[in-house]
């Protein structure tokens, strides 16, 4: 399994930003793909950005141009840049770190991995 640890949550006002930060501790041999989704309880899990081992990437349009994907191979860190934070980003965070192919893949894998692909969470409010 691999070990993911997310950090950089908290409560921000609309329009500020946060950034996120992924700790990969175990990364599983076979893997290619990292990415973010999130999740409001009682409501389905929503991808946000896959990534690719070429460093391709797709996000959801309901993010796009405000959140930024990133990763330091050097300190196994993956990052999110949320910007423009709005009130409906309040949910639950999390890294996911498995194995697939392109970055459309893996953007679309994120609905469906299980827990053993990805961290623990971290939570995120915006307020008015």
């Known amino acids: 399994h691999v070990q993911l640890v997310e950090s950089g949550g908290g409560s921000v006002q609309a329009g500020g930003s946060l950034r996120l930060s992924c700790v990969v501790t175990?990364?599983?041999?076979?893997?290619?793909?990292m990415g973010w989704f999130r999740q409001v309880p009682g409501k389905e899990r929503e991808g946000l950005v896959g990534l690719d081992d070429d460093g391709n990437t797709v996000y959801a349009d309901a993010v796009k141009g405000r959140f930024t994907i990133s990763r330091d191979n050097a300190k196994k860190v993956l990052y999110l840049q949320m910007d423009s934070l709005k009130r409906e980003d309040t949910a639950m965070y999390y890294c996911?770190?498995?194995?697939?192919?392109?970055?459309?893949?893996?953007?679309?894998?994120?609905?469906?991995?299980?827990?053993?692909?990805y961290g623990q969470g971290t939570q995120v409010t915006v307020g008015q």
């Open positions: 996911a770190d498995y194995p697939l192919g392109i970055a459309a893949e893996c953007f679309s894998a994120l609905w469906l991995i299980g827990s053993s692909d």
């Open positions: 175990r990364r599983a041999s076979d893997s290619t793909c």
